[in-house]
């Protein structure tokens, strides 16, 4: 059962600045953008805000440019604009193949492009009603001191479940990130940390303002597993970028989602640059997607199958893109 929503107030800037602007006036505010996340968790009152800043009218936001150097996509950008863009699908169909497995159409119509690389992390003890989580005393990343998960830990292992960030990894993106001191754009990776409470590496007051993916020769794609087909999370999500020349691998990057606090790149991969995909590269991945995940249990499904399915899922996606 969910509760009401809070009282807040809601500012609707037109650019980039004024809504920095907002946020400094006002500490404890939140940006929104499609809501599809944050408004859900506001319900359950486990985010609130006196204040939402919301991005949706902000000049520019939802723009894709691409040239011969790549492509930009802007944050506000919808789920849906990005699944059906013609060079979206033609150049980066792995980024089109994630964004039509996020969520549901409606989801999808609202949700963005930056509200999807900044959701908050997921975890069974956390994405709960007030009173579910009142009866189990809370919990370390809201208003609690232990760790249902890991009680013996003092850190939260709840789980990051984007779709777009391990694509985006793969694909060499970076970020632009916009706040009361200006712009700055840092590789995508560096915008997150493992750690279920605060996963985003970002500055009070900043925001993603576009993510730009280079061009790329690469295949690339996406796969996840899920407990339902329909409209799901992923238990473990992995995205592989690779290029073969001359039957020897001359790129390779993997990056996962779902079962860390933050979506990563595999460490290591270079080992496999020069030699072809076989049998024992296969096991070799296996073994580092096996060693490197951290599954905890967050999810309904157990820890050891999501490590499973994220190496058998790294596996496949690495063979299926070899045929290719
Ligand atoms: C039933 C259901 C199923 C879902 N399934 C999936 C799924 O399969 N895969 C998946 O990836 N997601 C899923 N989601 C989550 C969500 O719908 C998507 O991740 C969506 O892309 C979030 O975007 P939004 O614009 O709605 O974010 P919002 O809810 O507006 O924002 C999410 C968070 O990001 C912050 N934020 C938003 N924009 C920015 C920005 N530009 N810079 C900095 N911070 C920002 C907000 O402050 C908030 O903390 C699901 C949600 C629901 C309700
Ligand atoms: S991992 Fe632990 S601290 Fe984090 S949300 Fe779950 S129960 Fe809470």
């Not at 006036?25 to 359950?44: E, F, W």
């Not at 119509?109 to 189990?136: F, M, P």
């Not at 592989?240 to 989602?257: S, Y």
Request: with cysteine; net charge positive; glycine share 10%.
């Amino acid at each position: 059962m969910s509760a009401r929503l809070s009282e807040f107030q809601l500012v609707q800037p037109a650019r980039i600045e004024d809504a920095i602007a907002a946020f400094v006036a006002k500490p404890g505010a939140r940006y929104v953008a499609g809501g599809t996340d944050l408004l859900v968790n506001m319900r359950r009152g486990i985010v609130s805000a006196d204040r939402l800043i919301d991005l949706s009218g902000v000049a520019g936001w939802g723009s894709i440019d691409a040239d011969a150097e790549g492509m930009t996509i802007g944050a506000g950008v919808t789920i849906a604009a990005l699944a059906r863009d013609p060079i979206v699908i033609s150049r980066y169909p792995a980024v089109a193949q994630a964004a039509t497995s996020i969520a549901g159409p409606g989801h999808r119509n609202v949700a963005t492009v930056g509200g999807n690389l900044c959701l908050d992390t997921r975890c069974i003890y956390y994405n709960q009603s007030e009173w579910w989580r009142k009866s189990n005393d809370y919990c370390l990343k809201n208003r609690g001191d232990t760790c249902h998960v890991a009680p013996q830990g003092k850190r939260c292992h709840a789980a990051f479940s984007g779709d777009l960030a391990p694509v985006f990894l793969a694909l060499g993106a970076s970020a632009e990130i916009a706040g009361v001191d200006g712009r700055r754009r840092v590789p995508l990776s560096d915008l997150y940390v493992e750690d279920g409470r605060a996963h985003l590496s970002l500055k009070p007051g900043e925001l993603v303002a576009s993510v730009h993916l280079p061009a790329v020769l690469a295949a690339c794609a996406y796969e996840k597993v899920r407990a339902r087909g329909a409209i799901d999370y992923p238990l473990a999500g992995v995205a592989v970028a690779l290029m073969i020349a001359g039957g020897k691998i001359v790129m390779l990057r993997i990056a996962l989602t779902g079962t860390n606090s933050r979506p990563f790149l595999l460490a290591d991969v270079d080992q496999f640059i020069g030699k072809s995909v076989d049998d024992a590269m296969l096991h070799g991945v296996d073994r580092l997607v096996q060693r490197q995940v951290q599954p905890m249990r967050t999810t309904l499904a157990a820890a050891h199958y999501r490590r499973l399915a994220a190496a058998a899922v790294a596996r496949r996606v690495v063979r299926r893109l070899a045929g290719a």
